[in-house]
């Protein structure tokens, strides 16, 4: 664990491990310009300028020259830890970075533990607990929307949200102090309907924060897309068409695929993991039928799922299928996809198609109800036409699936959870806050309502550790790698 009083000088890497042209090695603490000083060869560290970078040699003990490099610094307490900093940018070979950092510590500086100079950032008020944590997500961001919601967080704009949460609250809380404050008096300060009216909204905010962790984790993390349907619809060649890669194999054999196949790829800025599954049916074979069993289970776990309706089969059975599996999957998004529409000959595929076969155009509304059904077009966020051999309509149901990805939430806008540290916080704070709403209609005595608005402010506070334990500190900074 990181002591939280530490100022002594720490070193590392701060650059990805590796080779590469330029690596940089951040010393940060108290007496940094001591150890930098004893191999540092080039401008006078005496009176430097903060924010500056200037051209020397390193060093090593019998006066060789280790490496030509640029040394920056950054004068506490405008620096990333709030501490004299300075960074070296050497030669990207892994030696030389081993060597670098071994010298420094040779010259009185300790190596770093993982996130330890964040944490440094955080214990000298330099960015509270969501930054830092923001921090975290923005280096392992992997696409457009994750990196927006981290940078949100990570420059504060999730504090501010907060802190106007909390600044709502302790009105909440004042109210209510006042009313104790005449309670000899048997006077009712705060008008009630006010408090239960305060309470609603502030729940309502609490309870809209944590919902919108489901879509923050799968942004995050990748939003789950399984592709579904009956054997030799097209799923594989689906699958390969969104990947833009040859990931799964193609076969005009039922049941080819057996197992998950899996993997991530950007479209317009999200992250989605595609999934394909095992043709759904009923099946005597035992390696099949676990196939299946498996694709059941990420049926169950999909926020989005694209069915596959082949258009040269028998769409009846399949469709019949499809729905029956729909209403048991409430959480999940459906888009009924019907594929092989390019095959216009067959007079089953024909009717598939749009006004020009194979075009990818949308039957949704009334062209939908048509084929389908009211009912059933509307158990379906979309109905659409594609030929997954061709790549005919995969440009919209990309489209499509980015919709559907953010019709809660809009990551480039809104505040969303993708914490769960956060997530359970939020939780427990509108459970405290529900029980004081709850205590406004049953006529409870104010210092027991304060005392659930009291524990939801405490929640709030742990999210940017105004309020904070050692054992959390360690776990959050933990994650970090050595040299942030």
Known sequence: MISAVQTDPIVAVSTPSGMGGIAVVRLSGKGADRVIGKCWKGVSLDGIASHSAHLGKVLLEDGSVLDEVVLTFFKGPRSFTGEDVFEIS??????????LVNLLVRHG????????????????????????????????????????????????????????????????????EL?????????????????RDLADELLGVLRRLAASYSTGKSLKDGV?????????????????QLL??????????PGTTRDIIEDTCEVN???????????????????????????????????????????????????????????ELPDASHLLVCNKVDLANNCESEKYSPAEAGQGESLCGAAAESLFGKETAHLFDACMS?????????????????????????????????????????????????????????????????????ETLHHLATLTGTISTPDLLASIFSRFCIGK
């Open 179 to 195: 009313e104790l404050d005449f309670s000899e008096e048997e006077v009712e300060f705060a008008d009630r309907k006010r408090l």
């Open 224 to 240: 789950p897309v399984v592709i579904a349907g009956a054997p030799n619809a097209g799923k594989s060649t689906l699958l390969n």
């Open 269 to 327: 800025g999200i992250l989605f993991r595609f999934i394909d599954t095992a043709g759904l049916r009923d099946t005597a074979d035992i390696v099949e039928r676990i196939g299946i069993e498996r694709a059941e289970d990420r049926l169950s776990r999909a926020s989005i799922i694209l069915w596959l309706l082949d258009t040269t089969g028998d769409t009846d059975n399949q469709l019949k299928e499809i729905l029956n599996r729909v209403g």
């Open 244 to 253: 833009e890669e040859e990931k799964a194999i193609v076969s005009d054999v």
């Open 386 to 454: 594609i030929s997954a051999s061709e790549g005919y309509g995969i440009d919209e149901l990309k489209g499509i699936m980015t919709s559907l990805a953010c019709k809660e939430y809009n990551p480039d806008t809104d505040i969303i959870l993708t914490n769960g540290r956060h997530y359970a916080a939020i939780l427990r704070g509108a459970e405290a806050l529900s029980r004081a709403r709850a205590a406004l209609d049953t006529g409870l005595s104010a210092d027991f309502i304060a005392q659930d608005v009291r």
């Open 109 to 176: 500086a300790r190596a770093a533990a993982p996130g330890e100079f964040t944490q440094r950032a955080f214990m000298n008020g330099r960015m509270d607990l969501a930054q830092a944590e923001g921090v975290i997500d923005l280096i392992s961001a992997s696409s457009k929307a994750s990196h927006r919601m981290a940078m949100r967080q990570a420059n504060g704009r999730f504090t501010i949200y907060l802190d106007n949460l909390r600044d709502r609250l302790i009105e909440f809380a004042s109210l209510l």
């Open 90 to 99: 050497c030669h990207g070979s892994r030696w030389i970075q081993r060597e």
